[in-house]
């Protein structure tokens, strides 16, 4: 999910693994009591700790031997506490099901699911575990499927033997049940059991999160000097030494019920990340990425998941969420501050989002391409227009409109209030010789046109509903050069973009004659379709050829790069003219995309690109740099106007 992501995750599960330990270490004291009623639980927590650093930096081998030792042992007395204490399950105590409705038992789901913590542990030695591509599978979904028959069924015989009031009074509640069926001894066995469970679970919690700030340093998002491996042991020993650290600040400090509230919090945050990256993964189709286990079910097992962490997150109480927010708060400033300089900028999830929505712009410019034209194209002009601009516009719609269909040429004039508009329709000298003028530019370039004006209270206005009531599929206007420079004039442009219901187009003028060659810019993400269908048909018709150029940030990774080649690459295999690709480094985009085009006879740039104070301001920018046209083009897009859109757009490109 790239760098900042995994830095944010890579926090995230190294503080949910050691709180875990944290939490495992303290809450056995409370068991140890059974055997020594005054022992001191914290410093008896931190020796445990102190051990168990050790043993882990002695060698995976060494740490896995003695957790295969421990958990055997925890899952025979587990097996013994559940056949003995079935048999003896009053189901009355069950009435009522849920004393605290749904709500009470999302909070004790959300409290307990550091308990489901250690299914990620597996994962986590990976790279340490041989024929991975049959153990972690095999070991997670073992281990998961133990814990889903374990846990309910022990639940289900402690509260079927014992009132409920004894097991919420109680910090060793399990040792209670026991008392209740299993006589004396029944309590020193599941003590027993305990303090080896808990130590297995600190063991197993201390393992795998040191192999976080590890993977972290290997991928440059934390320093090198944690990537240290032991000469004999073959153990990150440098990160298992700052986990054990932590460790034992933890259990020195931290109260034991927040140490659970807070390992659960971090550990729901992860597994909806993991659950995204799995996702991510799939729909990237990076070549690289070859599981040999994939999951059932897919997407709705991830999408499941994702939504249950979420609930299950808002159940905790505000200090969990408090402690979550700030896992991100802190990762995105410690990757701001030490490792954005650092770490590559791949991400599967970009790479997903990247290809869903160019696979959609490429399916839609296939659509566009495939249509014989625009099926109605109105030109908003004004008696000032040059002849010049006037023939650029009549030659372009001529190219792009559907054969036998008219051009509508308006001019759209504002009626002051103290006119009426039946009053107003009369035509001056000017106005005439300026409509018989069309119509001679239009004869001579054989196109179709439709001359007349429109009158209304409010010029802009008048042109939107004119759209509207008539069904255009493009407006096709110029802006004059006196207009240019003018915010004013900027501000109209934005206001139509925002209300029109159709594509528009809007064209500098700053060269005659026919346009040949035609270079389609971009900045990173893909064309939109009508970009695409312009420069086809207007290079086609004159026999000419279509440039796709798109500038990208100097340190733009490999792999984008490649993406837009590949992209481009299916745009030349569905136009009909001549095509060629350029793909461009550079942090200054008004200069690398004016000193490309300056060959080119049309330059055709997306209104979506404004990176500027308005609307006009890129074309300028360019214009300034080239001496050929330039259109601005907007596709009636409405989910990629809105913010959001606009904002995904920015973070995937």
Same mark, same amino acid.
């Given at each position: 999910m790239g760098p900042l992501m995994g830095t944010i995750a890579g926090f995230g599960t190294w503080f949910a693994m050691v709180f875990k330990a944290a939490f495992a270490l303290v809450g056995l004291g409370a068991y140890l009591r059974f055997f020594v009623p005054d022992i001191p639980i914290r410093p008896v927590a931190l020796g445990i700790a102190v051990g168990l650093i050790l043993l882990n930096m002695a060698g995976i081998k060494e740490s896995g031997r003695v957790q295969a030792l421990l958990v055997t042992f925890s899952l025979g007395v587990l097996a013994f506490f559940v056949a003995d204490g079935i048999t003896l399950v009053d189901s009355a105590r069950y009435r009522p099901f849920l004393p605290e409705g749904t709500f009470g038992l999302l909070e004790a789901a959300g409290l307990v699911f550091v308990a489901y913590a250690g299914v990620t542990n597996v994962a986590s030695v990976a790279e340490e575990v041989k024929r991975p591509s049959r153990n972690l599978p095999l070991g997670i979904i073992i281990s998961i499927s133990v814990m889903i028959f374990f846990y309910p069924a022990i639940v289900l015989v402690m509260v079927g033997t014992t009132p409920v009031a004894d097991l919420t009074a109680s910090l060793t509640p399990m040792a209670t049940s026991a008392e209740a069926f299993m006589q004396d001894v029944g309590p020193k066995i599941i003590g027993?059991?305990?303090?080896?469970?808990?130590? +297995?679970?600190?063991?197993?919690?201390?393992?795998?999160?040191?192999?976080?700030?590890?993977?972290?340093?290997?991928?440059?998002?934390?320093?090198?000097?944690?990537?240290?491996?032991?000469?004999? +042991? &073959?153990?990150?020993?440098?990160?298992?030494?700052?986990?054990?650290?932590?460790?034992?600040?933890?259990?020195?400090?931290?109260?034991?019920?927040?140490?659970?509230?807070?390992?659960?919090?971090?550990? @729901?945050?992860?597994?909806?990340?993991?659950?995204?990256?799995?996702?991510?993964?799939?729909?990237?189709?990076?070549?690289?990425?070859?599981?040999?286990?994939?999951?059932?079910?897919?997407?709705?097992?991830?999408?499941?998941?994702?939504?249950?962490?979420?609930?299950?997150?808002?159940?905790?109480?505000?200090? !969990?969420?408090?402690?979550?927010?700030?896992?991100?708060?802190?990762?995105?400033?410690?990757?701001?501050?030490? &490792?954005?300089?650092?770490? &590559?900028?791949?991400?599967?999830?970009?790479?997903? @989002? $990247?290809?869903?929505?160019?696979?959609? @712009?490429?399916?839609? %410019?296939?659509?566009?391409?495939?249509? !014989?034209?625009?099926?109605?194209?109105?030109?908003?002009? $004004?008696?000032?227009?040059?002849?010049?601009?006037?023939?650029?516009?009549? +030659?372009?719609?001529? %190219?792009?409109? $559907?054969?036998?269909?008219?051009?509508?040429?308006?001019?759209?004039?504002?009626?002051?209030?103290?006119?009426s508009l039946s009053g107003a329709t009369a035509k001056t000298e000017d106005e005439l010789r300026f409509e018989l003028g069309i119509y001679d530019i239009a004869r001579d370039l054989g196109v179709n046109v439709a001359v007349g004006a429109v009158l209304g209270r409010d010029r802009r206005r008048a042109l939107v509903n004119y759209v509207a009531d008539n069904g255009i599929d493009l407006v096709l206007a110029e802006i004059p050069e006196a207009n240019r420079p003018s915010r004013l004039f900027g501000g109209e442009l934005r206001w139509l973009r925002e209300h029109l219901t159709c594509d528009a187009a809007f064209l500098h003028s700053r060269a005659g004659g026919t346009v040949r060659s035609v270079a389609v810019m971009g900045a990173g993400g893909p064309y939109d379709a009508l970009k695409v269908e312009l420069a086809d048909r207007l290079a086609n018709e004159a026999g000419g050829a279509v440039r796709f150029v798109h500038v990208v940030a100097e340190d733009a990774a490999e792999r984008q790069v490649d993406g837009i080649r590949e992209y481009h690459q299916q745009l030349m295999e569905l136009c009909r003219s001549e095509t060629t690709s350029d793909v461009v480094r550079s942090d200054d985009l008004v200069e690398a995309l004016g000193g490309i085009a300056s060959d080119a006879d049309l330059v055709i740039l997306g209104a979506s690109l404004r990176r500027f104070g308005f609307f006009a301001d890129l074309a300028d920018r360019i214009a300034e740099r080239v001496d050929s046209s330039v259109l601005l083009v907007e596709a009636n897009d409405t989910a990629r106007r809105t913010f959001l859109g606009r904002m995904l757009e920015k973070f995937i490109y």
């Open positions: 027993v059991t305990a303090v080896v469970a808990l130590i +297995s679970m600190a063991n197993s919690g201390l393992l795998a999160s040191s192999r976080y700030p590890f993977a972290m340093a290997r991928n440059r998002l934390a320093p090198r000097r944690l990537a240290t491996i032991g000469d004999r +042991s &073959g153990t990150p020993i440098v990160s298992i030494a700052v986990t054990g650290i932590a460790l034992l600040a933890l259990i020195a400090f931290v109260p034991l019920f927040e140490l659970a509230k807070l390992a659960s919090a971090f550990q @729901l945050l992860v597994l909806s990340m993991v659950n995204m990256a799995v996702i991510a993964f799939r729909e990237s189709k990076v070549a690289w990425y070859r599981p040999r286990f994939k999951s059932p079910l897919y997407p709705w097992i991830q999408l499941a998941g994702i939504a249950a962490s979420v609930v299950l997150l808002t159940q905790m109480g505000l200090v !969990p969420v408090i402690g979550a927010v700030g896992i991100v708060i802190g990762g995105f400033l410690w990757y701001q501050v030490f &490792g954005q300089s650092r770490a &590559g900028r791949e991400s599967a999830s970009l790479d997903a @989002l $990247r290809v869903r929505a160019t696979a959609r @712009l490429v399916d839609e %410019t296939r659509d566009a391409l495939s249509r !014989p034209g625009k099926g109605r194209i109105l030109i908003p002009v $004004r008696t000032d227009i040059s002849n010049s601009g006037l023939r650029a516009l009549l +030659s372009m719609a001529g %190219t792009v409109i $559907r054969p036998g269909r008219r051009i509508d040429v308006m001019r759209f004039e504002q009626v002051p209030a103290q006119m």
